[in-house]
Structures are given as C-alpha cells and as structure tokens.
C-alpha cells in the first residue's frame, strides 16, 4: 500500500512539473473570432495586394495587442508548378506578410515564416477558384497569458 502511495504521489509531483508554465491558446487564421484573417495571391506573385491592406492592418494590430503574442506565418500555392518552386513562392509569400508586419512596427523575432508550397490545400478541384484559394498565407499565433 505505501508503495502505491509513493508512486502515486512521484507521479503526481512530476505531472505537475511538466504542466507548469505559460498557458498556450493557438489561434490561426480559419478560426472564428481569432483576429486573424487570410490573405490571397495572384498566380506566381508574392506581392500584398492593395485589397489586402486592410486585412493586413488588422492583422498587425492582432499583434499589438496581443504583445506576448508570437506568430508564424504560413505560405501557401496552387498545385501549378513544381514541388521546389512552389516551396520558395510560398516562403516569398509569407516573407512578405512578416515584412509587412515589420514595417508597421511588429518585432520581427515575434514572427516566424514557414512555407508549405502546394502540400496542404484548402480545395482540391482544378479550376481557378480553387487555386485562387490555395494562394495565401496563414497567420497563426500564440498567445501567452
């Protein structure tokens, strides 16, 4: 019996160390209410669209108010093209946004860029519609309370 409570209460002290610390809540850019919001590109480009600079503020003000906030960006393609070109569009794109972010004052140590050219589409039909979907970058961030 004492050996169960010893072991019992090891387990419990060292669950409890691997749960101390910050609370983590993830929020990206397809959540509902999360602040963040996609934004789309033309076929092969990776410039921020004038269409896109109100996104792109309120994006940024996310960050800001949010200061403990870290965030990572996430550069996306269309099927079209190879498998290595659509990986360094997509970090072009997503080098874009953090840019973006930088210039309007975000600390770019906050903001991380990862590229995932063609792999994780949001539609996979072959029409211009849909690839116009997977065109994006996706903001998804941490907040630590």
């Keep these: 019996m004492r050996k169960l409570f010893v072991l019992f209460l090891v387990t419990a002290v060292a669950g409890a160390f691997m749960t101390y610390g910050c609370a983590k809540k993830k929020t990206d850019s397809a959540s509902k209410g999360s602040g963040l919001q996609r934004v789309h590109f033309d076929l092969d ?6 269409e896109y600079e109100p996104t792109m503020k309120s994006n940024t003000q996310w960050m800001m108010d949010n200061s403990k906030a870290k965030l990572v960006v996430e550069g996306h393609c269309d099927e079209r093209g190879s498998v290595e ?25 906050r903001v991380k860029t990862v590229s995932y050219g063609k792999e994780r589409p949001l ?17 998804v961030g941490e907040q630590y309370n």
């Design 45 to 50: 480009k990776s410039n921020i669209k004038a």
């Design 123 to 139: 539609c996979t039909e072959h029409n211009e519609g849909c690839w116009w979907r997977n065109r994006r970058d996706e903001f």
């Design 85 to 109: 070109y659509n990986i360094a569009l997509g970090d072009r794109r997503a080098i874009s946004a953090k840019t973006y972010m930088k210039n309007m004052g975000v600390d770019p140590n």
